[in-house]
């Protein structure tokens, strides 16, 4: 399976996040990035993944966790691809973390729109970009940051946006990343740190965030306790 579930860290990781991008031809590679060479070149694509045939035609379909009530219980079975508006990316996720988020959403606390792909905690493989993208390309290697706010709630609060309307965190009020592929907007993803392993940057992104809005709120300073 393409779900990896904090794993230990080898060589061969991110070829789970390459195996998808074997039906791509030979492509060329962005001079000013180090990127999984099997994704190298391609600009604004979606995935040519499995399709299913459907009233309007083939729809292209992805393996994930998927919750059909809330609430209910997970089944893993097969779910239309995510979306990419002009201003995401969509990432094949290389590493995605259990978070009691994910336990939570089955017991209705809260109840996520339905059907809901969990996981908050993602790392992976940039498969496609929208059309309005600019510094994000395919093949980059990135971590997720699961708190998504409108982009005019970032311009006027800035680290404070989550706490206005238009929150949401990956893996709660929208997909997350425990499914073949995951789609955020482009500001919401960074590049791997040199030197983690995919596990450890699967491991911090919610929980860091937590704690570190819990210190905005309380308005605690550099040595203070």
């Known amino acids: 399976p393409t779900i990896i579930l904090l794993i230990e860290d080898n060589p061969a990781d991110a070829d789970l996040a390459r ?14 990035r180090a990127r999984c060479p099997d ?40 779910i239309a691809d995510p979306a990419v508006g002009p201003d995401d990316v969509r990432v094949r996720p290389v590493t995605s973390a259990l978070n009691h988020m994910d336990l939570w959403v089955t017991k209705g606390k809260p109840r996520p729109h339905l059907p809901h792909v969990p996981g908050c905690d993602v790392a992976g493989v940039v498969e496609a970009v929208g059309s309005h993208v600019t510094g994000v390309a395919v093949g980059d290697e990135v971590v997720v940051n699961p708190a998504v706010s409108p982009l005019d709630m970032v311009v006027a609060h800035g680290d404070d946006a989550p706490m206005y309307p238009g ?10 990343g425990h499914g073949e592929l995951v789609t955020v907007p482009a500001r919401n993803v960074v590049p791997k740190p040199v030197g983690r392993t995919w596990a450890e940057c699967a491991a911090f992104p919610l929980a860091t965030l937590t704690a570190y809005r819990m210190l905005r709120r309380a308005r605690v300073a550099a040595g203070e306790s």
Not at 19 to 28: E, I, N, T
Not at 51 to 77: F, H, K, N
């Open 39 to 78: 994704l190298r070149g391609l600009t604004h694509s979606g995935s040519r993944g499995r399709g299913r045939s459907g009233p309007g035609g083939t729809v292209r379909s992805m393996q994930a966790w998927i919750l059909d009530e809330s609430p209910g219980s997970y089944r893993y079975g097969e």
């Open 19 to 32: 195996r998808g991008a074997d039906r791509f031809g030979a492509v060329g590679q962005h001079p000013h």
């Open 167 to 176: 929150f949401q965190i990956v893996g709660e009020q929208r997909w997350g």
